[in-house]
């Protein structure tokens, strides 16, 4: 057996991979889960009937909150992809981005991309969420 599938070339690259995982992780939970707080503002806290559209409720901050959000999730799609690259990487394996060689660096700058970008869609998400319901003014 060869000693590449014994241990990893880069072992310090597969802790430090598991704990922005765990991060991402915890990003994409509560930006999925934020996706519908705005929804169980309006129906269960303002008692807005369920046979009146929410559309007419809705505002731009909403649907920039779930732009924001659903960014989030994307960025930690591509986040979670790359990471999978990156412990190939650390392993001395060959990686391929769709289907196209590529190095280090390449996918260091992904990760380094698409994590803050998860965190600061998440937060402008958030930010957007509780602006809206700040400033929620029911249609008389």
Known sequence: M????????????????DRYKD???????????SLVLPIFFLR??????????LSQVLNYKIYLSWGCLALALL???????A???WVRLAWGKNVAFFRKRTNNEV???????????????FLLGIGLT???????????
């Open 83 to 85: 990471s999978a690259k």
């Open 44 to 53: 269960d806290i303002l008692r807005i009937p369920t046979n009146e559209s």
């Open 75 to 81: 960025f930690g799609f591509i986040f979670y992809y």
């Open 130 to 140: 509780l602006w809206f319901v700040v400033s929620f003014r029911p249609i008389p």
């Open 23 to 33: 991060a991402m992780k915890i990003i994409m939970d509560l930006s999925t889960a």
């Open 107 to 121: 996918v260091e700058k992904v990760l380094d991309i698409s994590f803050p970008g998860a965190v600061i869609s």
């Open 2 to 17: 060869c000693d590449s599938l014994k241990s990893p070339l880069h072992p310090w690259r597969l802790d430090t991979n």
